[in-house]
Nanobody
Framework: DVDLVESGGGSVQAGGSLRLSCVVS?????????MGWFRQGPGREREGVAA????????YYARSVKGRFTISQDHAKNTVYLQMDSLKPEDTAMYYC??????????????????????WGQGTQVTVSS
């Protein structure tokens, strides 16, 4: 069984939009404290893009995407979304969804750090052409 399944990736031109979805197993979602979206481009380290506290709905964004990306959640569907607008070529990467079930209180920096999460999806590719 796969606990987190991402979808919605694809190829778009600069300035375009995509919406990524992450369907989370009921077991994981019921235990999740924080959900995050991360990305990893060729030859680059995995970086946090956005995070949301499942209960309170508090959100955090990387400076590079703030104002362009929006993270949201649908509790009824156990799904977390990442709406990506005004896409740039530098947004090209594999995008991953992750869940933290530790219930630690994390700072914004920690919430956008990969080490804070213990469940990961397999990723969906986003390619932005100029």
């Amino acid at each position: 069984d796969v606990d987190l399944v991402e979808s919605g990736g694809g190829s778009v031109q600069a300035g375009g939009s995509l919406r990524l979805s992450c369907v989370v197993s009921a077991y994981i979602y019921s235990s999740a404290h924080c959900m995050g979206w991360f990305r990893q481009g060729p030859g680059r380290e995995r970086e946090g893009v956005a995070a949301i506290y499942v209960g309170a709905g508090v959100t955090y964004y990387a400076r590079s995407v703030k104002g362009r990306f929006t993270i949201s959640q649908d509790h009824a569907k156990n799904t977390v979304y990442l709406q990506m607008d005004s896409l740039k070529p530098e947004d090209t990467a594999m995008y991953y969804c992750a869940a933290d079930t530790s219930h630690r209180i994390m700072t914004a920096i920690q919430a956008l750090g990969p080490s804070g999460y213990n469940y990961w999806g397999q990723g969906t590719q986003v390619t932005v052409s100029s």
